[in-house]
């Protein structure tokens, strides 16, 4: 399993904001220098993060994107969530309908094991702990 671009470098962007968390809003375009992406690619991701309510814009000549909330309310998880949606393991990944053959399938309680492990350490880690500093 292989995170996506859309994950990486939604990650990249999201702890470039919580390194500024609390100086103002950052441009796109100051974000993808710092980071070294794409500014088209960037304005798709932080639409998906901006409707996830992770951030917000702020319009004007010093506008651009903040943290809703502090680095630390911000799991890897939810980021994870909205650029890449779900990450499922099981064949009825969270869904409401139950596959048919699940009582009987022969990977689903180890493959339910490693998707609740997988939610648990993406919950427990925030955009505050990217530094190394739990």
Do not use: W
Request: proline share 4%; net charge negative.
């Amino acid at each position: 399993m292989k995170l996506s671009t859309r994950g990486r470098y939604g990650l990249m962007a999201m702890h470039c904001l919580a390194n500024h968390y609390g100086n103002g809003p950052l441009s796109i375009a100051s974000i993808a220098e710092k980071e070294n992406l794409s500014m088209p690619y960037l304005e798709q991701l932080f639409a998906r993060l901006k409707q996830h309510q992770l951030v917000r814009s702020l319009r004007g000549a010093q506008g651009g994107y903040v943290l809703t909330r502090p680095p630390e309310e911000i799991s890897i998880g939810a980021i994870i969530d909205a650029l890449e949606g779900e990450l499922s393991f099981t064949c009825d990944g969270g869904s409401q309908e139950r596959c048919e053959r699940r009582d009987d399938c022969s990977t689903f309680s180890i493959l339910d094991e490693i998707q609740c492990k997988v939610d648990e350490v993406l919950a427990s880690i925030s955009l505050a702990d990217m530094d190394g500093s739990p």
